[in-house]
């Protein structure tokens, strides 16, 4: 399939975990990725296997919590390729904790980054996306459709994603902007595996996160963000996604 082919796409979080897939995915289907992340180290080795397979893709090191810098991206992409087709927000970070022992400058930490950037990047996406009539994929989670045992701060701030990637479907619909959102669940990511839970943690709960078809790569998520970035989701906008392994079934 070439359904990327001559067209631009975005993917922040592109260092590892679902982002990495999601960009060698768009890359496969003829995709020039610009491809964003905070760990220049891990963008550079992407960019380098996405061209060892004939694609094209640029490193752009980019906080997507730090005030200016969506735009500076957004820009830089622009200048590079010419255009922005879709973006792939992916771009995130879990820390778990009691809810009564959880520090304030995590709680802001965690919404800073996995919320108020997502929202950062959107506004600073837009007004590309409306000249190309393309497409913003977020990353939400199932914690923003259940509890999240210990991530109370993961939990509010993905479901403020979702909450606010349907309220820009809705206001752009019209005017040919999609956004959606992929709500991944039992996922094997670097980021679920470098989690540190409570000492005093009652792992009975874990059921509630637990797939039941066991954890899955990153690829299978990417496929799913795949299809709503490209025209096969032309007629998929203000939804979520759930790529859990039924546990929310």
Known sequence: ?????????????????????????????????????????????????????????????????????????????????????????????????????????????VIAVNLTGTFLLCKAVLPELLKTKGNIVNAASTASLQGLPWGVAYAASKGGVLSMTRSIAVEYAKRGVRANCVCPGDINTNMAQGVTFPADADFDLLTRITSLTGAKGPEVVAGVIAMLASEDGCHITGEHIRVDGGILA
Not at 56 to 69: L, P, Q
């Open 1 to 109: 399939m070439n359904r990327f082919e001559n067209k631009v796409v975005m993917v922040t979080g592109a260092g590892a975990g679902i982002g990495r897939a999601s960009a060698l995915r768009v890359a496969a289907e003829g995709a020039s990725v610009w491809c964003t992340d905070i760990n220049e180290a891990d963008l550079l080795s992407l960019v380098d296997d996405i061209s060892s397979l004939g694609g094209r893709a640029v490193a752009h090191r980019f906080d997507i919590s730090e005030a200016g810098a969506a735009e500076r991206c957004v820009e830089a992409c622009v200048n590079e390729f010419g255009r922005l087709d879709a973006v792939v927000n992916m771009a995130g970070i879990l820390r778990f904790s009691n809810c009564h022992e959880l520090d304030l400058s995590v709680w802001e930490q």
